[in-house]
């Protein structure tokens, strides 16, 4: 592991403290987007400890942190799954990644619950809590399916849920865990092998993205040549290329190009 990641590592999990804290929590934008003052003081905490690891990137913060940009770019969700948080529901991670001139080269994904570290980097491998992970062989019909219903922009959920149908009827069951970053690195440690959203952040994907592909996974976004970093876009992974090809047919078929006011 290069100093780097250990650095990261390690103001990843310095957060904990502040997540195991009491917090307060507000609405950002109708009943199901919450923030919490936990969301803000961790986005704080790594933008500040980030950057002096690696002075010469810029931030991108869920929670509204951005520098002007730069090569590398640390991409930050504070907490990712923040309803489960407030529910207390154990399911929820801080997920950093950096990339470099757009691509993914270095993720960590912290559930600081259940002390599930997973993290990556580019060339290297992946690892969960220090062991090597991989995705699993199995065929679609065997295949466990995470995907969501777009929460925060519900009238995309009739394409969702069309989708949910035809895919379940072709592989083993679905799940839905309210927590991207840790629902993708299911998929990286074997456990789950497709993945579906019609809506994602580049902080929800981030650091999973790499994660899932240095365990042997594919990662693909769909319709989302040239977005500007802080834009939204559908994502499809699998533990396969054969996996993807086909959970993408299906896709496309129900979403042929980004929804009208999708923004
Ligand atoms: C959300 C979670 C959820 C996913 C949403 C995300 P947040 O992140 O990852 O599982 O379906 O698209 O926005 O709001 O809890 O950081
Ligand atoms: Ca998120
Ligand atoms: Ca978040």
Redesign the pocket.
């Known amino acids: 592991m290069s100093d780097l990641l250990n650095h990261v590592i390690k103001a990843v999990v310095d957060c904990r403290e502040i997540m195991l804290s009491p917090y307060s929590v507000m609405e950002k934008s109708g009943v199901s987007n919450l923030v919490t003052s936990a969301d803000k003081a961790v986005e704080e905490k790594l933008k500040t400890e980030l950057l002096k690891i690696l002075p010469d990137a810029c931030f991108l913060g869920?929670e509204g942190s951005r520098t002007d940009d730069k090569t590398y770019r640390f991409v930050v969700?504070p907490?990712?799954?923040?309803?489960n948080f407030v529910r207390n529901l154990n399911c929820s991670a801080i997920s950093v990644g950096l990339l470099k001139d757009g691509v993914s080269v270095l993720g960590v994904v912290y559930n600081p619950f259940t002390n599930e570290l997973y993290y990556a980097e580019k060339g290297k491998g992946a690892f969960l809590n220090g062991q090597e992970i991989k995705v699993s062989n199995r065929d679609f019909a065997h295949s466990l399916y995470y995907t969501?219903l777009c929460?925060?922009k519900k009238e995309l959920a009739e394409n969702c849920l069309n989708i949910l149908r035809d895919v379940y009827k072709q592989c083993d069951d679905f799940r839905r865990e309210?927590?991207?970053?840790l629902?993708l690195c299911r998929l990286a440690s074997g456990k789950a092998e497709l993945y579906f959203?019609i809506?994602?952040?580049p902080w929800?994907s981030a650091a999973a993205e790499v994660i899932l592909t240095e365990a042997g996974g594919v990662f693909k976004r769909l319709y989302a040549e040239n977005i500007d970093m802080a834009a939204p876009f559908p994502i499809i992974a699998a533990n396969s290329t054969g996996n993807l090809k086909k959970l993408e047919e299906i896709v496309i078929k129900e979403v042929p190009r980004l929804p009208k006011d999708y923004n």
């Open positions: 869920e969700d907490i990712d799954g923040t309803a969501a929460i925060y309210g927590s991207a970053a629902e959203e809506r994602i952040f929800d």
